[in-house]
């Protein structure tokens, strides 16, 4: 970007972050408010390779100051050398940014911070807290745990939304956005003890706004006494 990154580009130079420049190929409106922009990848896959939850950093320009935002890799193909990311859309540049998006069009990226260590012992259950934001690590996450049923809270309308659930192992429980989040944080605290009692080897990954992601692991990790190791929480947005 012309006008540089700020101080969270600096950081991410000291700390050995690499940059790359994504190409658009296509996008398609999966549903009028969730669109999925199609790119190839300047190179990264066959440089750094691909895990599961895979994420990168977009760099996007707010009315001249860069604004950086984490998505997931969605189908990403190392041997082709492209992916797709998807957007819950809303106000903000980074969704004015998907909207407008056509073929050629250029996008900087950064990687770093990405990772994903697969839980041992596998999961015999896996609890899952997520909404349309991070419905594409979720889709990643149920894909890599194939072989453990799960049990996932999803807030928001998943009308349309392209969720990879096999109704045969996994329960879709849908709750309404209310209070800030507080109304989901209620449903899950309500079911999730007799659950995590019936579960030898649990796995709980969460994933929502900032403030209910921190609230449920929390509450997962001190009141529930699940071990770290077998929780996997990141906040993917901010409630304003």
Not at 43 to 51: E, I, N
Not at 120 to 136: E, I, N, T
């Amino acid at each position: 970007m012309a006008q540089g990154r700020g101080w969270e580009g600096a950081v991410l130079k000291l700390m050995r972050a690499k940059d790359f420049t994504f190409t658009v190929t296509g996008a398609e409106d999966v549903t009028p408010r969730y669109r999925r922009v199609h790119l190839t990848d300047g190179g990264m896959l066959g440089a750094l390779g691909v895990h599961p939850t895979m994420w990168v950093r977009l760099w996007f320009d707010n009315a001249g100051r860069p604004h950086q935002r984490a998505y997931t890799l969605v189908d990403p193909d190392p041997a082709a050398g492209t992916f797709s990311l998807e957007f819950a859309l809303h106000e903000g540049c980074a969704s004015d940014w998907a909207r407008a998006a056509k073929p050629s069009d250029t996008i900087e990226a950064t990687v770093q911070g990405t990772g994903f260590q697969d839980p041992d012992p596998a999961p015999s259950h896996v609890f899952a807290v997520a909404d349309p934001a991070s419905l594409p690590a979720l889709n990643s996450l149920l894909g890599t745990l194939a072989g453990a049923p799960a049990t996932v809270w999803f807030e928001g309308d998943h009308t349309g939304l392209p969720l990879r659930a096999d109704a045969a192992r996994h329960e879709v429980r849908a709750v309404e956005r209310r209070d800030a989040g507080a109304h989901l944080v209620a449903r899950v605290k309500e079911a999730l003890p007799e659950l995590l009692r019936a579960t030898p080897d649990p796995y709980v990954w969460i994933a929502c706004d900032t403030a209910t992601t921190r609230a449920l692991a929390s509450y997962v990790r001190k009141e529930l006494g699940l071990p770290k190791q077998r929780v996997n929480a990141l906040g993917y947005w901010r409630a304003t």
